[in-house]
T-cell receptor
Framework: GAGVSQSPSNKVTEKGKDVELRCDPISGHTALYWYRQSLGQGLEFLIYFQGNSAPDKSGLPSDRFSAERTGGSVSTLTIQRTQQEDSAVYLCASSSRQSNEKLFFGSGTQLSVL | AQKITQTQPGMFVQEKEAVTLDCTYD???????LFWYKQPSSGEMIFLIY??????QNATEGRYSLNFQKARKSANLVISASQLGDSAMYFCAMRGGAGRRALTFGSGTRLQVQP
C-alpha cells in the first residue's frame, strides 16, 4: 500500500480482555517497529522486526505483550489481560535500508482500557 | 545503551523568526543516525530530517537544518522563518549501528509559534 496501515484506529476494551492490533507496513519494507505513546509523552519502543532475523523484544513491558510478523509483512501486537495502564496510542512504523531506515509511521491505534 | 535527551519541554517563537530545538545523545556505537520527527495535534509522525554520523555536512531540508556537533554529541534542529503550522511536538531520535537498530526517541519539545 501507499503507507503504513493500522487497524483498528480506536479500540475500547474492558480490563482483563485480550486485544489484537494490526499493522500492514509499506510494501517492500523489511523492518517493522511497534511503539507506544501515552498521552503527552514520548515514544516508548516495544518491539522490532528485521527481515527473517529474531525480533528485538527488549521493549515489551511484560509477558502480557507479544507480537508476530507473518510472511515478513503484516504484524499483530497482542496484549493479554489488558490493564488500565495499557491505555495509549500504539504506533507501528516500517522502514527500508535504502532510505537510511527512515521510519514511516501509521496513524496509530488508540487503545482505551476501561 | 543509547539515550536521547531533549531538555526543553516547551518553546515559544514568534512567526517568521528562527528557533533552535535542542537534542543531545549518548551512544557507544561509532556509526549511528539521528532523526527529527514532527507530531502535530493530529497525532501523525512526520519525518523532517536525517543526519548520519559520518556525514561531513550538516543536513538541510527546506526550512529545517540540523546543527550536528559530533564532539559535543548534539543534534539540534533549527527551523527558519517559523510558520503557524510549525506548532507541534518535535522528537529527536537516534538509531545505533551494530547494536539495536530500532530508533530511540527523546521526550519531545512542544513548539508554539505565535502570530
Amino acid at each position: 500500500g501507499a503507507g503504513v496501515s493500522q487497524s483498528p484506529s480506536n479500540k475500547v476494551t474492558e480490563k482483563g480482555k485480550d486485544v489484537e492490533l494490526r499493522c500492514d507496513p509499506i510494501s517492500g519494507h523489511t523492518a517493522l517497529y511497534w511503539y507506544r505513546q501515552s498521552l503527552g509523552q514520548g515514544l516508548e519502543f516495544l518491539i522490532y522486526f528485521q527481515g527473517n532475523s529474531a525480533p528485538d523484544k527488549s521493549g515489551l513491558p511484560s509477558d502480557r505483550f507479544s507480537a508476530e510478523r507473518t510472511g515478513g509483512s503484516v504484524s499483530t501486537l497482542t496484549i493479554q489481560r489488558t490493564q488500565q495502564e495499557d491505555s495509549a496510542v500504539y504506533l507501528c512504523a516500517s522502514s527500508s535500508r535504502q532510505s537510511n531506515e527512515k521510519l514511516f509511521f501509521g496513524s496509530g491505534t488508540q487503545l482505551s482500557v476501561l | 545503551a543509547q539515550k536521547i535527551t531533549q531538555t526543553q519541554p516547551g518553546m515559544f517563537v514568534q512567526e517568521k523568526e528562527a528557533v533552535t530545538l535542542d537534542c543531545t545523545y549518548d551512544t557507544s556505537d561509532p556509526s549511528y543516525g539521528l532523526f527529527w520527527y514532527k507530531q502535530p495535534s493530529s497525532g501523525e509522525m512526520i519525518f523532517l530530517i536525517y543526519q548520519g554520523s559520518y556525514d561531513q555536512q550538516n543536513a538541510t531540508e527546506g526550512r529545517y537544518s540540523l546543527n550536528f556537533q559530533k564532539a559535543r554529541k548534539s543534534a539540534n534542529l533549527v527551523i527558519s522563518a517559523s510558520q503557524l503550522g510549525d506548532s507541534a511536538m518535535y522528537f529527536c531520535a537516534m538509531r545505533g549501528g551494530a547494536g539495536r537498530r530500532a530508533l530511540t526517541f527523546g521526550s519531545g519539545t512542544r513548539l508554539q509559534v505565535q502570530p
